[in-house]
């Protein structure tokens, strides 16, 4: 195997391994930094490389146990360990009784008392008749200053390793770990892997041939400008070309088909000379339905269910003169011609908060400061409370329009609506039907076939009633539209489920077009 590689396009960091420990001996990653000076990234690195070409064999594998100072081990470091706790309070304090040593040390009975027991068996301390302790030598047994210098050495970082620990220690770890039951111990035991590798017969060729070829790893992997203008690339080695390394595969950026779908749609609408609209996600009610002449309390208002904004409730205004001739034109028609819905206009209603639910919001407010004649688009993002599916998503974008002018009529809407469904949704068969919306008189339906989900509805679409006009002070005739644009990009891709269009799916953003 090893013989496919050759020397001359091994790594600098594999060359290094090969020649440090060209002797033989034990490899790991740790002793490839204690030599070499390597970091432990490289160090790992260069093994794995090195195993995967068998020029280094496994030759050992073990468990390693280390320690680590527990919350509990860190107390004890700070503020001393029960032994010493209890020490020095009899200490300082004189004879007592072993409660209030433990209230006075602030530990658990139970530690002081196995604290005491360990204690009194090494002489230490002593209990009189009246279960009074006290001192009876001068200093701490050795055991305790193990203790203290482990838990001083076994800084918060610094694991303590099982192998490096003389048995005096390995018992007084288990000692101050195990006694005080598993729950509260001062040390926590870690337990790691070493692999240890050697190298291999083929490594040991690889070694020979370096060393023949007098490779170092100090050889250049690349030339760069400085070197050519220096000149000190003279007398430098190079490192050889891999001829045999099979190149990266190169995965182009590339935009969400989606994405693409929708600029493409744009650039369609602008060059037919259409201006794009925009607007916030957060609208009142009097712009997402008073606005387009929803009666406020009646079933009409139910089309579309509204999500309520939480925080802010209401907004603190509406902009007059639009305020006042909605109003009048809901309460009695004001002087667009109708009768209005008669009831009496909910002014703190009208404020409320909504996520905008239908793209005609920015329709409507487009009216403000149209042109005559004019042709306006915007994209919008809407949101209703709905079930999700196939054709349904709770958030999703409508492509919403209007023209205006003296000239404009139904025919010129359905021609439009042909465009969207057809060219822009690339619908073979269309159906047009009579729907019904507050704000359009008369209203337009569009359905398209899918060749999955079968007939869907794209959308509605009308001329705007002067009740909607008017209070926005315009008076001629207005074509609206607002269609489901993720409806369009299902069927132009050629999806069969709306949730496929904003999923992360990498394979299928990669195979489709937006366009
Ligand atoms: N806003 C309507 C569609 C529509 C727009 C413009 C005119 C007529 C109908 C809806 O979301 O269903």
Known sequence: MATEHSVTTLHPLEVKVLLGFSSGGNITPERIVEQLGFNLGQANQAVSWLVQKAYLNEKDRTVKVSYELTELGAAYRADGFPEERLFRCVKEQGPQRLPEAAKAVGLEAKDIGSAFGALSKAGVLQMDGEKRISIAADSLP?????????????????????????????QAIAGISKKRGASAVAFRIVEREEVVYALSDTGAAAVAELQQQGITGDEIGTLTPQMLKSGSWK???????????????????????????????????????????????????????????????????????????????????????????????????????????????????????????????????????????????????????????????????????????????????LGLLEMFATEIAGATEVKYVPGYFPFTEPSVEVHIKHPVLGWFELGGSGIFRPEVTKPMGIDVPVLAWGLGIDRMALMHLGLNDLRELFSGNIENIRLRRGN
């Open 235 to 413: 007398n430098k080695r190079f490192r050889g070309y891999n001829v045999n390394t099979p190149p990266a595969r190169v995965l182009l950026g590339r935009r969400n088909p989606y994405c693409e779908y929708l600029d493409w749609v744009k650039d369609r609408l602008t060059a037919l000379g259409f201006e794009e609209f925009d607007g916030p996600l957060v609208e009142t009610e009097f712009w997402n339905g008073d606005a387009l002449f929803m009666p406020q309390f009646h079933s009409a208002r139910d089309i579309h269910d509204v999500y309520y904004v939480q925080e802010p409730t209401h907004a603190r205004e509406i902009e007059q003169p639009f305020l006042d001739n909605v109003a009048r034109v809901h309460e009695n028609g004001g002087d667009s011609g109708s009768r209005g819905w008669g009831y009496q206009f909910d002014h703190d209603f009208t404020k409320r908060l909504v996520m905008r639910s239908q793209g005609t919001v920015l329709s409507a407010k487009q009216l403000r400061d149209a042109k005559i004649p004019g042709k306006y688009f915007g994209i919008a993002r809407c949101f209703r409370y709905d079930q999700v599916d196939a054709t349904h998503l709770s958030d999703f974008y409508q492509t919403e329009g209007i023209v205006l002018g003296e000239e404009v009529n139904l025919r010129n809407l």
């Open 142 to 170: 050795p055991y305790c200053d193990v203790i203290r210098g482990l838990l001083d050495t076994a800084a918060p970082e610094q694991r303590l390793e099982h192998d490096q620990l003389s048995d005096e220690e390995q």
